[in-house]
């Protein structure tokens, strides 16, 4: 029988700074409450943050930060499987008859230089698919969230006489583009662990203060598209490009022409971005090449609004080399991308009001969607389990107050950035105590 929500949630008035208070039953605010070992743990998460930020891998190579979560969920008691979907690692702790909660935090890093001033900045760098050496940065938060899993994993495994059920933990690699999610659950995920009835996951985000926590109800991420254009010439001479076919103008022209399909095509009350990340042609100034290759990504919410989008990219590619007198280009969509993530109503609604109780209610926010895109939803979608990824503030709170009263709070350091750097132990309690307050809260109770 559960016990009553006020009741419920004095047990979990937390070490990241909420009191509860309310004396209609007084005994129950003696024992010992979940969060309160976060405070003991915490050095030694703090060491383990530094160390996965230190040394972060790319996507599909994240060999040694997989080993590393692994060995945190052997110490903690739980049952684990490696090398799944690539570099994914499951950790199961079972507790006895009741739901099924599922955690998941992703793994791999980016090919981004660190330009922050932390004394454990990345400085690694390594060889990508193509064989390019890169830098490598954490710059997506991604160490926060790996960090609140095993810390999150060390309290509910300690405190295993408050729930009943079975957790699952997810070390996700791949998230950056490359179905990492997918790739998992095509691996058998749900074939070697019990099918979840609820699945949980966080953020990190530069628009929140560190301590904070945002839930977007229904759609939170959008769609993505990642689509590639070879635009083929006729190479030659630069000084006679009379006698050439200049794939440069024509890819600039298609760039250009593309940012007509959002302020032209799409309902102004709908939303879509059409970005051109990368543009590369030629090997020396006074050579016009033979063909260009354009990079996008495309983000969408509405199916329609996906296709029709998708539509335009290729006609207008086509229509600008048709122009140019140039045989049709490539357009490839092969590159894949990610559906929406949706956050189950219900389940932001049950959530939202036990972090309201054990953080304060000032500190948990309703936040709008985001034109990012995430394969969390892969899990919830795969076996129909209502989803929520929650937003953690991740910008220390005193700067992000200063830069929102001077209206600049657009201009702060955002994930992807290579200034990018999470104000480190409240954006990592903060993790933990989202992750650990959700699963009691959807746990069976002794």
Known sequence: MRRSTSALWCLVAVAVGAACTGGAEPALAQPPRPLDGLGAIYPALNDFYIDLHKTPELSLFEEKTSAKMAAQFKRLGYETTEKLGGFGVVGILRNGDGPVVLLRADMDALPVKEQTDSPHASAVTMKNWSGEVVPVMHACGHDVHMTALIGAAELLAKDKDRWRGTLILIAQPAEEGYNGAKLMVDAGLFEKVPKPNFCLGIHVDAQLPAGNI?????????????VDITVYGRGGHGSQPHRTIDPIVIGARIVTSLQTIVSREVDPFDSAVVTVGSFHAGTKRNIIPDEARLALTVRTYKSETRVRVLESIARIAKAEAAAAGAVEPLVDLSGGGYDMVVNDPALCERLSGPLRKSLGAERVQKTEPLMGSEDFGVFGATVGAPSIQFRIG?????????????????????????????????????????????????????
């Open 214 to 226: 945002g839930i977007t109800v229904g759609p939170a991420s959008a769609n993505s598209n990642a």
């Open 394 to 446: 991740a910008t220390n709170a005193a700067v992000f107050a200063d830069a929102k009263a001077k209206g600049r709070s657009l201009l702060l350091p955002a994930i992807h950035s290579a200034r990018f750097l999470p104000d480190q132990e409240p954006t990592i309690r903060t993790g933990v105590s989202t992750f650990v307050i959700s699963a009691l809260e959807l746990l069976g109770k002794p």
